[in-house]
C-alpha cells in the first residue's frame, strides 16, 4: 500500500508533517502545504463494466444465500431440533439449549474474522471466499448426519454445537469478505444499489430455508404421521445443502479478485504508521477504532432486528403466540421476500440522498413500529402476525438496505477486509447472533411478551446515535483506492472535474508515480 506523497511515498519523511498524517488518519484532506499531491489522471481511474460487475456480484450472492439458508432451517427447526436433541430434557430449558447452539456459532465468529479478515487482507478476497463457503456448505451437510439423543443421549448437543463452531468460524469470514468484496466491486456512483444485492441473497436464503422446512414437515407428515420430523424429516433440509453447496463452490471459483485490492498489493510495502496501510489486528485498533466502534453499533441496531425476524421469529410465533410449525414458517415468507425485493430500492435511494438519512429512516422507524408490532403480533390472527412482520420488516429492510456499501467503505483498501471482520463479527456476535436466545431468556425471566420489543429498540437507538457521528461515504471512492466508474467517459469527466468536486480527495488513493495503463477491467485478459 503505498503512501499519498509522490516525493518520498512514506508519510513519515520529512516532506509529511504529524499535522498531515494526523488529517489522514481521520480521512480528511491533509495540510497540502507540507507536501505535494499528484492530481488525478484518467489512466488512475478504475474502469469496471456493468457485465463485469454483475458477474462479480452473483458470485458472491450465492455464498450469502447458503449462509442464510442454514440459519432459516435452524430457525425453524428449533422447536423440532429440542425434541431431537434434548428429549427428556424440560420442554422450555430444551429449547433453550438449542438456541444456545445458535448463539454459539455466534460466540464463534470473531475468531473466525480475527483470523480470516486479516487474511483475506493479505491473500486475497477470493481465496478467503471460496474457503468460507467449502467450510460452511460441508458443516451444513453434516448436521443432517448427526446421532440423536434417542440413540445417543444428552451427549447428542456436543456434535450439533461443534458443527455450530464451524459455520461461526466460517461465517466469520464470509460476510465480511463478501461485504469488502462486492463495495470494490461497485462503481463510487452505484455501490448502494449493487452491493444491496448481497443482502437480497440473504433473505432470499432465509425465505428458501423456510419454505424447504415447510414443504418437508407438510410432505413427511403427510407420509408418515405427525412424529415424521422428529423422526427423520428434520435432517432432509440440512441435506439439501449438498448440491446447494456444489452450486455455491462452482461460483466462486470463478470470481475475480476485486481491482481495488489489486492496485493496492501492487503497491510499495506500507509504514506501520501508515493509517492506510494495510495492518493486523492491532495495528486497526489503533488506527481506525472509532470507525470500528460507529460500525458495530450499525450491525448491533442491524441484527438485533434482523435475527428477531428471521431466526428468532419462528420460535415466538410457535412458543409465544401459539401458531402451528408450518404455519409460523410460512409466514415470514412473503413477507422476506417483498423486503428482499426492496433492497435495491433503498441501495438505489442511499446513492442518491446518502447513506446516514437512510439509517437515520432505520432508527426511527425500529423506535415508532417495533412495540406495536409485537402488539398485533399476540392477537394471534394470522392477519395480525401478517401485518405485525410487515411492520418489524420496515426498520430491517432501511438498515440493510445499503449496509453493504457503507460498512465496508468506513475502513482503507488495504485493512478493509480484517477491519470489517473484526467490527461485524464482534457485534454481531455479542448483539445480533445472541437475539433469540436473549430474547426467550428475557419473557422466561420476566413472563413480559414485549421484551423482545425492547431489546430491539434499545439497540435501534444506539445505532441510531451512532450514526450521527458517521462520515458520509455515498458516491466517494473508497479510502484507499481511485476512483471506480463504469465507462472511459466518466473517467475523463471525473478527472476534468476533480478540482469542483468535493468528493474526490487524493490523499487517500494509491496514486504512483508512472501510471501502468489504464485499468479497464473488461478487456481481454482480465
Given at each position: 500500500m503505498p503512501s499519498h506523497d509522490p516525493a518520498d511515498h512514506r508519510p513519515n519523511q520529512p516532506?509529511?508533517?504529524?499535522?498531515?498524517?494526523?488529517?489522514?488518519?481521520?480521512?480528511?484532506?491533509?495540510?497540502?502545504?507540507?507536501?505535494?499531491?499528484?492530481?488525478?489522471?484518467?489512466?488512475?481511474?478504475?474502469?469496471?463494466?456493468?457485465?463485469?460487475?454483475?458477474?462479480?456480484?452473483?458470485?458472491?450472492?450465492?455464498?450469502?444465500?447458503?449462509?442464510?439458508?442454514?440459519?432459516?432451517?435452524?430457525?425453524?427447526?428449533?422447536?423440532?431440533?429440542?425434541?431431537?436433541?434434548?428429549?427428556?430434557?424440560?420442554?422450555?430449558?430444551?429449547?433453550?439449549?438449542?438456541?444456545?447452539?445458535?448463539?454459539?456459532?455466534?460466540?464463534v465468529r470473531p475468531l473466525g474474522g480475527l483470523v480470516l479478515g486479516p487474511l483475506g487482507d493479505r491473500i486475497g478476497r477470493q481465496k478467503v471466499l471460496f474457503f468460507t463457503m467449502a467450510m460452511m456448505a460441508a458443516a451444513t451437510a453434516l448436521i443432517g448426519l448427526l446421532p440423536t439423543a434417542a440413540q445417543i443421549g444428552a451427549w447428542a448437543i456436543v456434535p450439533l454445537y461443534l458443527l455450530k463452531m464451524v459455520q461461526g468460524f466460517s461465517t466469520g469470514g464470509e460476510y465480511a469478505g463478501a461485504t469488502t468484496y462486492v463495495a470494490e466491486f461497485s462503481p463510487d456512483r452505484s455501490r448502494g444499489f449493487w452491493s444491496s444485492w448481497l443482502d437480497v441473497g440473504s433473505y432470499v436464503g432465509f425465505a428458501a430455508g423456510a419454505s424447504v422446512v415447510a414443504l418437508?414437515?407438510?410432505?413427511?407428515?403427510?407420509?408418515?404421521?405427525?412424529?415424521?420430523?422428529?423422526?427423520?424429516?428434520?435432517?432432509?433440509?440440512?441435506?439439501?445443502?449438498?448440491?446447494?453447496?456444489?452450486?455455491?463452490?462452482?461460483?466462486?471459483?470463478?470470481?475475480?479478485?476485486?481491482?481495488?485490492?489489486?492496485?493496492?498489493?501492487?503497491?510499495?510495502?506500507?509504514?506501520?504508521?501508515?493509517?492506510?496501510?494495510?495492518?493486523?489486528?492491532?495495528?486497526?485498533?489503533?488506527?481506525?477504532?472509532?470507525?470500528?466502534?460507529?460500525?458495530?453499533?450499525?450491525?448491533?441496531?442491524?441484527?438485533?432486528?434482523?435475527?428477531?425476524?428471521?431466526?428468532?421469529?419462528?420460535?415466538?410465533?410457535?412458543?409465544?403466540?401459539?401458531?402451528?410449525?408450518?404455519?409460523?414458517?410460512?409466514?415470514?415468507?412473503?413477507?422476506?421476500?417483498?423486503?428482499?425485493?426492496?433492497?435495491?430500492?433503498?441501495?438505489?435511494?442511499?446513492?442518491?440522498?446518502?447513506?446516514?438519512?437512510?439509517?437515520?429512516?432505520?432508527?426511527?422507524?425500529?423506535?415508532?413500529?417495533?412495540?406495536?408490532?409485537?402488539?398485533?403480533?399476540?392477537?394471534?390472527?394470522?392477519?395480525?402476525?401478517?401485518?405485525?412482520?410487515?411492520?418489524?420488516?420496515?426498520?430491517?429492510?432501511?438498515?440493510?438496505?445499503?449496509?453493504?456499501?457503507?460498512?465496508?467503505?468506513?475502513?482503507?483498501?488495504?485493512?478493509?477486509f480484517g477491519a470489517m471482520a473484526i467490527a461485524y463479527n464482534l457485534s454481531v456476535s455479542l448483539f445480533g447472533g445472541t437475539t433469540p436466545l436473549f430474547s426467550q431468556a428475557l419473557i422466561d425471566l420476566t413472563g413480559n411478551t414485549y421484551m423482545p420489543a425492547f431489546y430491539i429498540m434499545f439497540f435501534g437507538i444506539v445505532g441510531g446515535l451512532a450514526v450521527l457521528g458517521m462520515r458520509e461515504t455515498a458516491q466517494r471512492p473508497l479510502i484507499g483506492s481511485v476512483p471506480t466508474v463504469e465507462t472511459r467517459a466518466e473517467a475523463v469527466e471525473l478527472v476534468a472535474t476533480q478540482d469542483e468536486n468535493p468528493l474526490i480527495d487524493t490523499s487517500s488513493m494509491p496514486l504512483v508515480e508512472s501510471p501502468q495503463g489504464e485499468r479497464e477491467l473488461a478487456g481481454a485478459g482480465r
Open positions: 516532506g509529511a508533517s504529524a499535522a498531515t498524517a494526523g488529517a489522514r488518519a481521520a480521512g480528511a484532506p491533509p495540510a497540502v502545504d507540507t507536501w505535494e499531491l499528484r492530481r488525478l489522471e484518467v489512466e488512475d481511474v478504475l474502469v469496471v463494466k456493468t457485465g463485469r460487475v454483475k458477474r462479480a456480484i452473483s458470485g458472491t450472492v450465492v455464498g450469502n444465500f447458503m449462509e442464510w439458508f442454514d440459519f432459516g432451517i435452524y430457525g425453524y427447526l428449533a422447536v423440532t431440533m429440542t425434541a431431537v436433541f434434548t428429549a427428556g430434557m424440560d420442554e422450555s430449558l430444551g429449547l433453550l439449549v438449542v438456541l444456545l447452539g445458535f448463539a454459539i456459532s455466534f460466540l418437508t414437515t407438510w410432505i413427511t407428515e403427510s407420509i408418515s404421521g405427525p412424529s415424521a420430523m422428529v423422526d427423520y424429516g428434520w435432517r432432509i433440509p440440512f441435506l439439501i445443502a449438498i448440491p446447494l453447496g456444489v452450486v455455491a463452490i462452482w461460483f466462486r471459483m470463478r470470481i475475480p479478485e476485486t481491482p481495488a485490492y489489486e492496485v493496492a498489493q501492487a503497491a510499495e510495502e506500507p509504514d506501520a504508521d501508515d493509517p492506510l496501510a494495510r495492518h493486523g489486528i492491532l495495528g486497526i485498533l489503533r488506527h481506525h477504532w472509532r470507525a470500528v466502534l460507529i460500525a458495530m453499533a450499525v450491525v448491533a441496531a442491524t441484527n438485533t432486528a434482523g435475527y428477531a425476524l428471521t431466526s428468532y421469529m419462528p420460535t415466538y410465533l410457535e412458543d409465544t403466540v401459539g401458531l402451528s410449525t408450518v404455519t409460523a414458517a410460512l409466514a415470514t415468507v412473503p413477507v422476506l421476500l417483498l423486503m428482499s425485493a426492496m433492497l435495491p430500492v433503498l441501495g438505489r435511494l442511499s446513492d442518491r440522498i446518502g447513506r446516514k438519512p437512510v439509517y437515520l429512516m432505520a432508527a426511527g422507524s425500529v423506535v415508532v413500529l417495533i412495540l406495536p408490532a409485537f402488539w398485533l403480533m399476540q392477537l394471534g390472527e394470522l392477519w395480525a402476525v401478517m401485518v405485525a412482520l410487515a411492520m418489524v420488516a420496515v426498520p430491517v429492510a432501511l438498515w440493510i438496505g445499503c449496509s453493504a456499501a457503507t460498512l465496508p467503505a468506513l475502513f482503507p483498501t488495504a485493512s478493509r
